[in-house]
C-alpha cells in the first residue's frame, strides 16, 4: 500500500532554514508527481509545491518562490522540501502527498502522509 | 491567482439527510476541481477530482457537479462518519488554491 512518511520538522528561529524529507513506500515513485502542502493551526490546507514526476519542473505557492526548493531522489523513493529565511507564518503541519495521475506535472492529492510540525517562533 | 470560495461556512445537517456544498472559483477552472475530506487530527482524504469522478474507494452517496466557476458537493443520506471539514481544490494553473472549507456538523 501507498505510504509517505515525513519528518525534519521542529522549532526554528525566524530566519533560519530547515529541511523536510518525505519517505515513500508502495509505489513507484519515479512514475508520481509529488505535491508539499501545509496547514497553519485552526486553517485550511495551502498548497505550496508540486514537483513532477521527472523532477524536471517545478512550481511554488508566491509567497515561497525564492525561499523554498521542492526536490526529489529517485534513488531513495524520498521528496524533500528546503526551506530557507523561514518566516512566523510559515508555522504549520507540513504534509507531502503523491498525485493521483502518474507522468503528470500536478493535479489532485490522493495520498498524504501525516504531516510534520514546523514552528517558526523566536 | 485563482481564489476558491466555499459555502456556507458550517452546515448542520441530521443523519440521514443530504448535505449541498458549494464552492466557486474567481475564474474559469473548466473541471479542474477536487474535494477532500478531513477528520480532526487527520490528512485531507481524496473525495473527488475532474470536478465530479468519485477518487477509489469512495462510497457512492458522495457526488459532484459542476464546471466553469460554480461546483456542488452533494453528500446524500448523512452517515455519522460524514460529519467533518470539506475543502475544494483547483488544479487549473498554478498556484493551486484551496478553499476555506465547509463544515458539517450534526444537528
Known amino acids: 500500500q501507498v505510504q509517505l512518511v515525513e519528518s525534519g520538522g521542529g522549532v526554528v528561529q525566524p530566519g533560519r532554514s530547515l529541511r523536510l524529507s518525505c519517505t515513500t513506500s508502495g509505489f513507484i515513485f519515479s512514475d508520481y508527481a509529488m505535491h508539499w502542502v501545509r496547514q497553519a493551526p485552526g486553517k485550511g490546507p495551502e498548497w505550496v509545491a508540486v514537483i513532477g514526476y521527472d523532477g524536471k519542473n517545478d512550481n511554488y505557492l508566491d509567497s515561497v518562490k525564492g525561499r523554498f526548493t521542492i526536490s526529489r531522489d529517485k534513488s531513495k523513493n524520498t521528496l524533500h522540501l528546503q526551506m530557507n529565511s523561514l518566516r512566523v507564518d510559515d508555522t504549520a503541519v507540513y504534509y507531502c502527498a503523491r498525485d493521483k495521475g502518474n507522468y503528470g506535472s500536478g493535479t489532485v492529492m490522493a495520498f498524504w502522509g501525516q504531516g510534520t510540525l514546523v514552528t517558526v517562533s523566536s | 491567482e485563482i481564489v476558491m470560495t466555499q459555502s456556507p461556512a458550517t452546515l448542520s445537517v441530521s443523519p440521514g439527510e443530504s448535505a449541498t456544498l458549494s464552492c466557486r472559483a474567481s475564474h474559469s477552472i473548466s473541471y479542474n476541481l477536487g474535494w477532500y475530506q478531513q477528520k480532526s487530527g487527520q490528512a485531507p482524504r481524496l473525495l473527488i477530482y475532474?470536478?465530479?469522478t468519485r477518487a477509489t474507494g469512495i462510497p457512492a452517496r458522495f457526488s459532484g457537479s459542476g464546471s466553469g466557476t460554480e461546483f456542488t458537493l452533494t453528500i446524500s443520506s448523512l452517515q455519522s462518519e460524514d460529519f467533518a471539514v470539506y475543502y475544494c481544490q483547483h488544479y487549473h494553473n498554478w498556484p493551486f488554491g484551496f478553499g476555506q472549507g465547509t463544515k458539517v456538523e450534526i444537528k
Open positions: 475532474g470536478a465530479s
